[in-house]
T-cell receptor
Framework: EPEVTQTPSHQVTQMGQEVILRCVPI?????FYWYRQILGQKVEFLVS????????KSEIFDDQFSVERPDGSNFTLKIRSTKLEDSAMYFC??????????????FGPGTRLTVL | RKEVEQDPGPFNVPEGATVAFNCTYS??????FFWYRQDCRKEPKLLMS???SGNEDGRFTAQLNRASQYISLLIRDSKLSDSATYLC??????????FGPGTRLSVLP
């Protein structure tokens, strides 16, 4: 069964450093997403991406964040200057997007980001 | 009012029990609704989509009441493996999805 993969599984970084989280969505999917979940809290939407551009973003997704699809398979989330409060689990998800509307999302296993 | 609210839980039930979770949402324009389950420190996994007419998948039944902006999930004959956090997810608009805080279920032997 096809699945979303994410690397690394755990990233430790110093405050102020840039990090890039990587995702490989399911190959025939058209919509890609990033979510974060701070430990013990709910899953929060960050951004959705379609046709090589951002289609929606939340208030959390400020200028420190960017997304990119550098090639036909990877989807990345960059945090330019990490803050302590960026420590969280970051989930990538993808969906087929063929129904013309919101549809089932499949999540990757997540990257746990720890900012020291 | 929060966008998506759920029973705070936790629910501790014996094996074989029937348990129901409730979820309310604030945006009356929401179109799509889902139940996900999340095991500890794992990714959310789709349990079922929720359709206007209600739908059933084995031991799981989901209901939607658009007038009351209310979604429910019923689990019958609960198993130990059902222990998880159950997340109500509502499509806010476009491709923006809002997750509820989740309701934790522990099924006890």
């Amino acid at each position: 069964e096809p699945e979303v993969t994410q690397t690394p599984s755990h990233q430790v970084t110093q405050m102020g450093q840039e990090v890039i989280l990587r995702c490989v969505p399911i190959s025939n999917h058209l919509y890609f997403y990033w979510y974060r979940q701070i430990l013990g809290q709910k899953v929060e939407f960050l951004v959705s991406f379609y046709n090589n551009e951002i289609s929606e973003k939340s208030e959390i997704f400020d200028d420190q964040f960017s997304v990119e699809r550098p090639d036909g398979s990877n989807f990345t989330l960059k945090i330019r200057s990490t803050k302590l409060e960026d420590s969280a689990m970051y989930f990538c998800a993808s969906s087929e997007g063929t129904s013309g509307g919101p549809d089932t999302q499949y999540f990757g296993p997540g990257t746990r980001l720890t900012v020291l | 009012r929060k966008e998506v609210e759920q029973d705070p839980g936790p629910f501790n039930v014996p094996e074989g029990a029937t348990v129901a979770f409730n979820c309310t949402y604030s945006n009356s324009a929401s179109q799509s609704f889902f139940w996900y389950r999340q095991d500890c420190r794992k990714e959310p996994k789709l349990l079922m989509s929720v359709y206007s007419s209600g739908n059933e998948d084995g031991r799981f039944t989901a209901q939607l009441n658009r007038a009351s902006q209310y979604i429910s999930l019923l689990i019958r004959d609960s198993k130990l493996s059902d222990s998880a956090t159950y997340l109500c997810v509502v499509n806010k608009d476009g491709q923006n999805f809002v997750f509820g805080p989740g309701t934790r279920l522990s099924v006890l032997p």
